[in-house]
């Protein structure tokens, strides 16, 4: 059996569902597929504990895709984001700096919500659109291009033509694959431990990531849960750091998180299951190839620093959205596909090589490295107008039309 559809999009995490809403919310015939059905629910097996901050350029591109009025009423304000390095001779808190949206903006610098609920309102919003297919339990298994189409074939044995293919299936990308197109990564022998915690002093709206080694520990905001202040963690060590941390009974997990946190919010209480992540940098060779746009994890993968990783994503739809209004009747014409990749592969390559630098300095284990670490961060940050720079740059593309300048 033969389908028809404008765009057709494998990959159905978070970018591929956010792609789906906005381009169907654009008007065009959407199939989106995945070969594993979305998980809804935080309780539920395999359920994905991290969370994600949306900054404020993304916002403009969910309000299109008719997803902000849904998540906004579960997201969390991020109004300062504060760096601490814990890395002299005892893990406490000897350097702290604040990050805050006031100084370039009215609105703070984004919104923080659990991954899980944003695949449980996407899939709500992409029901009541009646030009997408959402086939959860279906994946991509080859293609074949033509000059006026991709001609898809599932995993359910069905074919579909399409006038653009959107790969937006992970670090290992069957579309990249297909396309034969290469893609560099970079191993820090370093996993990611991520969980929900309850803590006795408020937050405040601050996003906090305490340095030391190994790693950030990072402590981003979420809604009060059972009446206490809670906040969602990610822990980045090395592999067998992580391993041994994953498996301590949750009395003695909890000690040493408080710990590692420099006890900035008081005892932390474990709310949620451990989940564990590895942590790689990738970047494809290119974005696209003859009826493709490669996006999101297919395209570039960073390490949990800055809440960069979705944004990037969204940034490469909002630059494709931007793409496709003007080719409307044939969004996979190369003057779609060859402009995305031209628009987008030197800003992520950029990006990608910062956090790299980033991730690197996080894990400075000699106190002479940390140290140093410390004397940056302090140089930096004392310097308005370079901090001021740093905040916008965070925002990524399109910060500075978000923002109001007040330097």
């Avoid at 350097?95 to 006031?102: E, G, S, V, W």
């Avoid at 494809?284 to 490669?294: E, I």
Wanted: proline share 7%; glycine share 10%; hydrophobic share 40%.
């Amino acid at each position: 059996m033969r389908e028809t559809t404008d765009i057709l999009i494998s990959g159905g995490g978070v970018a591929g569902l956010t792609a789906a809403c906005a381009l169907g919310s654009a008007g065009f015939r959407v199939i989106c597929v995945d070969p594993a059905p979305p998980i809804t629910e935080s309780d539920a097996h395999g359920a994905d504990l991290r969370t994600t901050a949306f900054l404020q350029p993304s916002i403009p591109v969910l309000q299109g895709a008719g997803l902000w009025s849904r998540l906004e009423p579960h997201a969390a304000p991020l109004q300062v984001m504060r760096i601490i390095d814990a890395g002299g001779e005892n893990p406490e808190a000897r350097l702290i700096k604040d990050f805050d949206a006031a100084d370039i903006s009215d609105e703070p610098f984004g919104w923080n919500l659990p991954n899980w609920l944003l695949r449980r309102e996407m899939v709500a919003r992409l029901s009541g659109l009646s030009n997408v297919g959402f086939r959860p339990g279906v994946g991509f298994t080859r293609m074949l291009t033509r000059d006026t189409e991709a001609l898809v074939t599932l995993s359910d044995g069905t074919q579909v033509s399409a006038k653009l293919v959107i790969g937006a299936d992970g670090r290992t990308s069957p579309v990249r694959e297909a396309l034969g197109i290469a893609a560099r990564t970079t191993r820090y022998g370093q996993k990611a431990l991520a969980f929900a915690v309850t803590h006795a002093i408020p937050h405040h709206n601050v996003s906090t990531e305490v340095h030391r080694s190994g790693g950030p520990f990072t402590l981003v905001p979420l809604p009060d849960r059972d009446g206490r202040p809670a906040s969602a963690v990610v822990w980045m060590e090395s592999g067998p750091e992580v391993a041994r941390l994953a498996s301590l009974p949750v009395s003695a997990f909890e000690s040493e998180m408080t710990t590692r946190s420099s006890g900035i919010l008081g005892h932390l209480t474990l709310v949620s299951r451990r989940s564990v992540w590895p942590i790689i940098s990738q970047i494809a060779d290119r974005l696209s190839g003859p009826r493709t746009v490669l996006m999101a994890e297919a395209a570039h993968v960073v390490p949990p620093i800055g809440a960069q990783g979705l944004n990037m994503s969204l940034a490469d739809l909002a630059s494709l959205l931007d793409l496709v209004r003007t080719h409307s009747a044939d969004p996979g014409v190369p003057a779609v596909t060859e402009a995305f990749h031209r628009a987008r592969h030197l800003e992520v390559r950029g990006r990608v090589t910062g956090i790299d630098l980033l991730n690197r300095a996080s894990m400075a284990g000699s106190p002479v490295l940390r140290d140093l670490r410390a004397k940056a961060l302090d140089a930096l940050y004392s310097a308005s107008p370079i901090r001021h720079s740093l905040m916008r740059a965070g925002l990524g593309a399109g910060g500075k039309s978000a923002t109001s300048t007040r330097d």
